[in-house]
């Protein structure tokens, strides 16, 4: 009986859990821009799932349960480390976004890359970091402010303009400096 449930955990683990390692990487890399600590969060929260195994075949959202592993997981390495959760780091191009981050997900969901990286061409880092916390993880505003390290005033604000970038970028009019009106094309 022992041995038929272990096999099960151990099946289970590898037909429906183990896939979504790339998937929680990405999530992790999206809130610390280090694919370092990425990497070593994501082994621990897949230890986590493997030691959990009973508790995380209860969940009808697979991918959530194992995000919110990924988030205590990270908050206790923080807390462990005394660290405070990086501030945003430049990223030279949306290609480089692209290797190590959720586009690649974004384009199989959505449509081609060029269309993607049309959205975000020219949009801060913030903004579109808490784009894809909020509107592709679909974390609370609240939670994404959070891990990392914002006010939740100025994440809302970071995610309004992203979405008005965007808005502005689809219906084909120039996003404005001063945030409140689109200029057209000519």
């Not at 809130?31 to 994501?42: M, Q, V």
């Not at 903004?127 to 894809?132: A, E, F, N």
């Not at 084909?172 to 000519?186: A, L």
Request: neutral net charge; proline residues 1%; hydrophobic residues 40%.
């Amino acid at each position: 009986m022992q041995m038929e449930k272990s096999l099960n955990d151990r099946r289970f683990f590898e037909e429906i859990v183990w896939p979504k390692y790339e998937y929680i990487s990405k999530f992790l890399y999206t809130i610390t821009l280090d694919s370092f600590l990425a990497n070593e969060i994501t082994q621990e929260t897949m230890v986590a799932a493997w030691k959990n195994i009973d508790k995380l075949k209860a969940y009808k959202h697979l991918s959530a349960a194992l995000r919110r592993m990924a988030m205590n997981t990270l908050c206790s390495h923080y807390r462990k480390n005394n660290e405070m959760l990086h501030s945003l780091e430049c990223v030279d191009s949306i290609e480089n976004i692209g290797v190590e981050s959720n586009i690649n997900d974004y384009v199989n969901h959505e449509g081609n890359l060029r269309d993607i990286q049309f959205l975000f061409n020219e949009m801060r880092d913030e903004h579109l970091q808490i784009v894809l916390l909020c509107d592709y993880y679909e974390l609370p505003l609240k939670i994404a402010a959070k891990f990392l390290g914002l006010n939740y005033n100025t994440a809302a604000s970071y995610h309004k303009r992203a979405l008005e970038h965007m808005r502005a970028k689809l219906s084909g009019t120039e996003y404005c400096k001063d945030h409140r009106r689109g200029v057209q094309h000519v």
